[in-house]
């Protein structure tokens, strides 16, 4: 996970890496203070825990972890426990069978107490859908560039996936979740600090709230029954009452509404001809962005909130919405206009050509700017645009707004020193060429800057495996494989990738 700093006056002094978080030695005992809505004052450092949720993925499928963490709330509340009242939880099991047990099982008004309210069903907070934090939080954080973190029993993490304010984010289980909220730090040793105090004063450490296996077992025992998984998926199709009123149109064609934020008509088939287009070699292309190791498709395509200063916020405050009803770029996913705009987006990404920050440089006019921006004005001189990054391109989830983003974009290939497997494949599924660098080198190695102005001949007789040359107009030249691995990489490629081969196919 690549980190760094937002601070420019921190850039200078700390260097931004794989490692750490860019914070100077003077800076590791930060603090700040906020007013919050309850009328009180609180403090908040490096470690301190600012959301904290139970989440639809991987764990909410065990009810042995999720009646643990209901046994483990049940028992900090008769303690006298309490979580931090700025401290954003929820609770979103991945069904309703969960609801259905934890309710029976008496459990839910203990986490209620705690603030692990039921708020939905699905993928919400570790798929970027936590929501704001309040304003104070927030600008406490900014202020004193203070590395806060949020828990979640989910199983994704990436860089300013979860949060934007939170740098730091942990995966845990149910019951670890509801401990790291109960203390309102990571930075804590559970074996010999306590998690707070009974009204007598007397410590509660997490072993004193801790259930066994067997109070786990007796419980699940009596209260997960197959009854309760039959009576709900037996109303599965019938869908809530918000669903069941949905007015539903007649006919076959979509029918598009321009006014939509939500949901637009693509370009992905704009030009296209019913014959295949001859295959073209990408001539005098700039480098869009330049980056280093492990970047993830949430570095590509995040699928958090929307930063208010991005070109997607410009684009829909444009069109009347305020910042409140901005969303997520996951919840706006059919909106080509929105999602290209976010494309490299994530805030945490380090471009080597304008670190740091979701920005580049425009190499002519010598301007720094949004990398949506600088692609726009790219397209406006007609130049084809590469990507140069380093290992591991585009690991973690498979997302395809990471291949169709760059696409949109205007970037004809990719030179990486190494793929992720499934990213590679989408990317050939949009008509993206892959290229590998070969003999161990790198950008640094061959010493590109990325300012360069690069050829690539692409035949017409492209085979699997290929190799090329890269010609530099510094007069340097390099040789690259080409990453289609098979036929069907091939098939793909020569239609303009996927979507227009299936087109063609039905035809």
């Not at 904290?52 to 046994?71: D, K, R």
């Not at 001189?381 to 591991?392: Q, S, W």
């Amino acid at each position: 996970m690549t980190t760094t700093s937002e601070s420019p006056s921190l850039m200078n002094t700390v260097p931004v890496g794989f490692k750490g978080y860019g914070l100077s030695p003077g800076q590791l005992t930060s603090s700040g203070s906020f007013s919050y809505s309850d009328g009180n004052t609180y403090s908040i450092t490096h470690g301190s825990v600012i959301i904290a949720a139970i989440t639809s993925c991987t764990n909410t499928s065990n009810p042995s972890v999720m009646l643990g963490a209901g046994l483990l709330a049940k028992k900090a509340v008769e303690n006298g426990l309490s979580v931090l009242p700025y401290i954003k939880t929820s609770l979103s099991p991945g069904s309703g069978v969960v609801t259905y047990y934890l309710k029976e099982s008496g459990v839910v008004p203990y986490l209620e107490k705690l603030g692990f309210n039921i708020v939905g069903y699905g993928c919400m907070t570790c798929i970027g859908n936590s929501g704001p934090i309040d304003d104070n939080i927030a600008n406490t954080i900014e202020k004193n560039e203070l590395v806060c973190c949020g828990v979640l029993s989910g199983n994704r993490n990436f860089e300013g996936r979860i949060h934007p304010n939170t740098r730091a984010n942990y995966l845990a289980s149910p019951l670890l979740v509801i401990a790291y909220a109960l203390a309102g730090t990571v930075d804590i040793d559970f074996e010999k600090q306590p998690l707070g105090s009974r009204a007598d004063g007397s410590p509660v450490f997490l072993r004193d709230i801790w259930p066994t296996r067997a109070e786990i077992q007796e419980i699940e025992n009596k209260y997960v029954i197959p009854g309760m998984f039959k009576e709900v998926y037996e109303k599965i199709e019938q869908g809530s009452s918000s669903w069941q009123t949905l007015q539903v149109p007649q006919g076959k064609l979509y029918n598009w509404d321009e006014s939509s934020t939500y949901i637009k008509r693509p370009p992905f088939f704009d030009g296209m001809t019913r014959e295949l287009p001859s295959i073209k070699s990408i001539s005098g292309a700039r480098c869009l962005l330049l980056l280093g190791d492990s970047v993830t498709t949430d570095h590509i395509s995040p699928a958090g909130s929307i930063a208010r200063n991005s070109p997607a916020a410009r684009y829909l405050a444009e069109r009347g919405l305020t910042p409140r009803e901005f969303n997520s770029y996951g919840s706006r996913r059919g909106n080509d206009a929105v999602m290209s705009r976010g494309t490299f987006a994530n805030i945490r990404l380090v471009n080597k050509l304008a670190s740091p920050g979701p920005r580049t440089l425009h190499v002519p006019s010598g301007d720094v700017m949004d990398v949506f921006d600088a692609a726009q004005r790219y397209a406006d001189e007609k130049v084809p645009l590469i990507a140069i990054v380093g290992k591991d391109y585009g690991s973690g989830s498979s997302r395809d707004w990471a291949a169709k983003g760059p696409y949109l974009l205007g970037i004809r290939a990719v030179i990486a020193e190494s793929f992720e497997r499934i990213h590679r494949s989408n990317l050939v599924g949009m008509g993206i060429v892959p290229l590998e660098f070969i003999n161990g080198e790198n950008a640094e190695s061959l010493g590109l800057t990325g300012t360069e102005r690069y050829d690539i001949h692409v035949p017409q007789d492209v085979k699997t495996g290929q190799t090329l040359t890269v010609e530099v107009d510094s007069g340097k030249s390099f040789q690259v494989k080409v990453r289609f691995d098979t036929e069907v990489d091939l098939t793909y490629f020569r239609n303009g990738g996927i979507l227009n081969y299936m087109i063609r196919k039905m035809l």
